[in-house]
T-cell receptor, first 117, second 113 residues
Framework: GAGVSQTPSNKVTEKGKYVELRCDPI?????LYWYRQSLGQGPEFLIY????????DSGLPNDRFFAVRPEGSVSTLKIQRTERGDSAVYLC???????????????FGAGSRLTVL | AQSVTQLDSQVPVFEEAPVELRCNYS??????LFWYVQYPNQGLQLLLK??????LVKGINGFEAEFNKSQTSFHLRKPSVHISDTAEYFC???????????FGAGTILRVKS
C-alpha cells in the first residue's frame, strides 16, 4: 500500500482481556517494527522483524506481549491479560531493510491507541 | 547502546522567530541520526536524516539540522517558524546500518501569534 496501515485506530478493553493490533506495512518493505508510545514520552522499541522472523525482540516488556509476521508482510501484536499500564499508542513502522545506506529509514503508521480500563 | 537526550521538553516561540531544538546522543559506534515530527493525533513523519556526507542536512518544511560529531549533537533549526509548525519533535539515533531507532523524549514546539 501507499503507507503503513494500522488497525484498529482505537481500542478500549477491560483489564485481563486479550488484544490484537494489526499492521500492514508498505509493499516491498522487508523490515517491520513495533514501538510503544506512552503519554508524554518518546516511542519505545518493542520488536523488529526481518521477513518472517523476529530479529530483535529485546524490547518486549514481558511474556504477555507477542508478535507474529507469518508471511513476511502483515504483522499482529498480541497482548494477553491486559493491564492498565499497557495503555499507550502502539506504533508500527516499516523499512526496505538490508544494509544499503538509507535502507533502514523507517516509515510509521498512525498508530493504534489502546486504553485498558 | 545508543541513547538520546532532548534537553527541552517544551519550546515556546513567536511566529516568524527562529528556533533551535536541541538533541544530544550517546554512542560508541558510528550512527545515523533522524528528526521526526508528530502533529496532534497523527503518526510520526520524517523531517530529515543524517546518514553520511555533508553534516548540514536539509529537510521538509524549511527545517535543517547539523551533525556535530565532536559534540555528539544534532540540533534542529528553522529560521522563521509558522503557527503550523506547532507539534512535537523527536530526535532519534540508530547504529550505522542498524535496524533499531532509539528516540528521545520529545520537544513540544509551541508557536504563538
Amino acid at each position: 500500500g501507499a503507507g503503513v496501515s494500522q488497525t484498529p485506530s482505537n481500542k478500549v478493553t477491560e483489564k485481563g482481556k486479550y488484544v490484537e493490533l494489526r499492521c500492514d506495512p508498505i509493499s516491498g518493505h522487508t523490515a517491520l517494527y513495533w514501538y510503544r508510545q506512552s503519554l508524554g514520552q518518546g516511542p519505545e522499541f518493542l520488536i523488529y522483524f526481518q521477513g518472517t522472523g523476529a530479529a530483535d525482540d529485546s524490547g518486549l516488556p514481558n511474556d504477555r506481549f507477542f508478535a507474529v509476521r507469518p508471511e513476511g508482510s502483515v504483522s499482529t501484536l498480541k497482548i494477553q491479560r491486559t493491564e492498565r499500564g499497557d495503555s499507550a499508542v502502539y506504533l508500527c513502522a516499516s523499512s526496505l531493510g538490508g544494509r544499503a545506506s538509507g535502507a533502514n529509514v523507517l516509515t510509521f503508521g498512525a498508530g493504534s491507541r489502546l486504553t485498558v480500563l | 547502546a545508543q541513547s538520546v537526550t532532548q534537553l527541552d521538553s517544551q519550546v515556546p516561540v513567536f511566529e516568524e522567530a527562529p528556533v533551535e531544538l536541541r538533541c544530544n546522543y550517546s554512542s560508541s559506534v558510528s550512527v545515523y541520526l533522524f528528526w521526526y515530527v508528530q502533529y496532534p493525533n497523527q503518526g510520526l513523519q520524517l523531517l530529515l536524516k543524517y546518514l553520511s556526507g555533508s553534516t548540514l542536512v536539509k529537510g521538509i518544511n524549511g527545517f535543517e539540522a547539523e551533525f556535530n560529531k565532536s559534540q555528539t549533537s544534532f540540533h534542529l533549526r528553522k529560521p522563521s517558524v509558522h503557527i503550523s509548525d506547532t507539534a512535537e519533535y523527536f530526535c532519534a539515533v540508530s547504529m550505522e546500518y542498524g535496524n533499531k531507532l532509539v528516540f528521545g523524549a520529545g520537544t513540544i514546539l509551541r508557536v504563538k501569534s
